[in-house]
């Protein structure tokens, strides 16, 4: 299975921005859905935003207008920009691809922690 790696996380204050990466290596699809998902302490993890191999992306409301995902195909490398940051960003954020069979394939997680 492909392997994932994640990125980009840290400390930032309130308004501030960020950049995630999630590397793949290994066996790897270009048709796999690639997705960015969150887990706060004390809650579930839950979806953030996912891009398909054409580029459709579809987000939370909680970060529309705000993240935007985005796919380098030619670098198997799948991102998540993040802007106007508020404390309630705060979580582990974690990488996901899931082949067209349902199988999926989750990244370690990387720490984003947002001041007020």
């Known amino acids: 299975q492909v392997q994932l790696v994640e990125s980009g996380g840290g400390l930032v204050q309130a308004g501030g921005s960020l950049r995630l990466s999630c590397a793949a290596s290994?066996?790897?699809?270009?048709?796999?859905?690639m997705g960015w998902y969150r887990q706060a302490p004390g809650k579930q993890r839950e979806l953030v935003a996912t891009?398909?191999?054409?580029?459709?992306?579809n987000y939370a409301d909680s970060v529309k207008g705000r993240f935007t995902i985005s796919r380098d195909n030619a670098k198997n490398t799948v991102y998540l920009q993040m802007n106007s940051l508020k404390p309630e960003d705060t979580a582990v954020y974690y990488c996901n691809s899931r082949q067209l069979t349902g199988a999926e394939v989750w990244g370690q997680g990387t720490l984003v922690t947002v001041s007020s």
């Open positions: 891009v398909t191999s054409g580029g459709t992306t």
């Open positions: 290994g066996r790897f699809s270009r048709f796999n859905v």
